[in-house]
């Protein structure tokens, strides 16, 4: 099955002029690695930043959040983002799937 995703730019190191929003379809079986790279080539980054995925119900500083790999070693991480589907995690039902790239920046 195809998911068709709503990606937004919702957290960056400066005020957007215009909303960054993008219509991605992707594979239910591919993985969050996978994920990353489109997102990224979606924005014309480069995939050189350290990146993490995780699930809230709201973009809030105080929101529960759920990191989908919390390994300490950016290689067990990186194994993780290999392993884990789309099909694995979604439906989110009210939580939200974020994307957290490069971590001095935080674009999310």
């Known amino acids: 099955m195809i998911l068709t995703l ?3 730019c919702v957290s960056g190191p400066t005020n957007l002029d215009d909303q960054c929003i993008r219509m991605i379809e992707i594979n239910e079986n591919a993985c969050l ?3 990353s790279q489109i997102i990224l ?3 014309g980054f480069e995939q050189d930043h350290l990146f993490n995925f995780y699930t809230a119900n709201t973009m809030s500083p105080f929101a529960q959040k759920r990191w989908l790999s ?3 070693e950016w290689e067990d991480r990186e194994d993780d983002f290999f392993n884990i589907t789309l099909k ?3 439906p989110l039902g009210r939580k939200r799937l974020y994307y957290l790239f490069d971590f001095g920046d935080m674009w999310c």
């Open 6 to 8: 709503t990606v937004e």
């Open 88 to 90: 694995s995690i979604y």
């Open 33 to 35: 690695y996978d994920l």
């Open 41 to 43: 080539n979606s924005v």
């Open 70 to 72: 919390a390994k300490e």
